[in-house]
């Protein structure tokens, strides 16, 4: 079963930049959509962004667009979240998460649909 490794966490200023890695281990994942969900303290964990197995297709949520990029590279088995310009409410935890072949434009967001997640990695958006 495949593994998912989430790397690229810290701590950074408002109006700063960080890129978080999602590595898959065990398995290949070029069959596979992979998203990024964050979760803040007391709050529901959110979808940030999902890019479709081949590249093609990318979302993301309504506060990431423009400030947020997505991308994957299937040789390296690795997906990338690049974050920039940002704010003390994208302080969360950062999951990577996987679920078979599509993200869908009307369900890529959908929890439920993933079916193996990273344990999260830490950023904090702090002056």
């Known amino acids: 079963q495949v593994q998912l490794v989430e790397s690229g966490g810290g701590s950074v200023q408002p109006g700063g930049s960080l890129t978080l890695t999602c590595t898959a281990v065990g398995q290949f994942i070029m069959n596979d959509a992979i998203g990024w969900f964050r979760q803040a303290p007391g709050m529901e964990r959110e979808g940030v962004s999902c890019?479709?197995?081949?590249?093609?297709?990318?979302y993301y949520g309504y506060s990431m667009e423009g400030r947020f990029t997505i991308e994957r590279d299937n040789d390296k088995n690795t997906v990338s979240l690049q974050m920039s310009d940002l704010t003390d409410k994208d302080t969360a935890i950062y999951y990577c998460a996987l679920r078979p072949f599509r993200c869908g434009m009307n369900t890529w967001f959908r929890r439920g649909d993933y079916v193996q997640w990273g344990q999260g990695t830490q950023v904090t958006v702090s002056s």
């Open positions: 890019i479709s197995a081949n590249g093609e297709y990318k």
